[in-house]
């Protein structure tokens, strides 16, 4: 049986690139398998319950069923506080007390600043922190994330790939974002801990999903593979773009099925489009 997932985050209302995404999932689970929809409200800076409320409106006016209800993660901060733990159990996490600004300064002034496909890699300053500083520092309640310390976490785990499909085997690079964030000041978990948690617990077997996170993919396997969790099939796929080339965003409000459903055009009619441009 394939299940696959729909999981946008409530940060805005859906658009044509959104209602793409979500009926490739949809397709490849009809016929006895299951699609699911996921909404993943980790972030409480940028998600709001009308959003919510409109993906499922939206959702179901495209006839995009979904199987057993939703799954908020919002409502499960604790799962993944106990993979966290686990992970902490393993020495592969540590806590990390840098701001944003710190970060730029010391990435500005080291001569080659690492830039990978993830954005700019952490120079890994409080990675080497004593575990005396830690502590002192974590008992004073100093603000704090945690990151992974991806070349532990790489030596653990070993070679790793994923099975992409029309492309085959993806030779996993562990480090291609660097120390990620797992648990982050403001939002208690960051998004790659959170998915890969959901994806497991759910059963995903085919993860389908933008292009955008092609190279999330490598630290998703490499988490799985350190926390035990089975390994889903990806597809990733192209994004839509307007006819200025730029891809569709939130932000974009004319291209949102919302206002396309009040412009009059049907549930099929809005998925055509979609198809039309992705061509
Ligand atoms: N929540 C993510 C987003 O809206 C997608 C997560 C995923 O499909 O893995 O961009």
Redo the contacts with the bound molecule.
Sequence with gaps: MIVT?????P?GLLHLGHAW?ASLGWRRARDGSRFLL?I?DIDPGRCRPEFDAAILEDMAWLGLGWWNGVRRQSQHFADYRAALERLQAMGLVYPCFCTRKQIEAEIAASAAAPHRPLGLIYPGTCRTLSSAEREDRLAAGENHAWRLDSAAAAALAGPLSWQEEGQGTVTVDPLVGGDVVLARKDALVS?HLA?VHD?ALQGVTL????Q??FH?THI?RLLQALLGYAEPAYAHHGLLTGSDGKRFAKRDRSLTIAALREAGHSPDAVLAMAQALAG
């Design positions: 997932r729909f999981a946008p985050s940060s995404s996921r993943e998004y998915v994806d993860v389908t999903r933008g955008d996170l999330a998703h």
